[in-house]
């Protein structure tokens, strides 16, 4: 006798990985209840992904996590950066190529993590060639084939340290 389940009726029957009570592929679990990688930005290595975030570079802490990633427990990830121009040509931020990606902790329980502080060398590095203000910077980051959304990040001066930043007067 073959038992057969029902994907997506959030209960999680013999044959699937995950029922997140809907057939929608993208949100972690994919239409035929398998775990699918979640990557995002958050403030936390627990909290909630976020899509935007004021940050005082060479301050502000960014994790970057993926969830159900499928790479090897225990195997040591590298997150590349990139920020998005809205065009085929993203500024390569942080990446292997450049010999500077990000290395996360070993692979747990399906999960990768990495810390990053973006700086003024990264800020500027984004900037290079483009036109507009200052203030306001797209990023997003990969390990192999799995890539984020894009965290809008807007950058926060420190007045009062001594330096006329862009933006102060």
Known sequence: VTKSYVCGNGVVESGEQCDDGNTANGDGCSSI???EP???????????????????LGTTPLYMIIDNS???????????????DGTAFD???????????VQGLP??????VALIVLTDADWDRAKAG???????QE????????????LIVTKSYV????VVESGEQ
């Open 33 to 35: 209840c398998i775990k």
């Open 159 to 162: 007045c009062g340290n001594g």
């Open 139 to 150: 990023y997003y980051f990969k390990v192999g084939s799995i890539e984020s959304g894009n």
């Open 91 to 101: 500024d390569d931020i942080r990446t292997i190529g450049e010999e500077n990606a």
């Open 107 to 112: 692979v747990s329980g399906g999960k990768a």
């Open 38 to 56: 979640k990557a995002y930005w958050s403030l936390s290595v627990n909290g909630p992904p976020i899509t935007s975030q004021e940050v005082i």
């Open 130 to 136: 483009e036109f507009g203000d200052d203030v306001e």
């Open 70 to 84: 499928g790479l090897a427990e225990g195997s040591t990830p590298y997150f590349n950066i990139w920020e998005d």
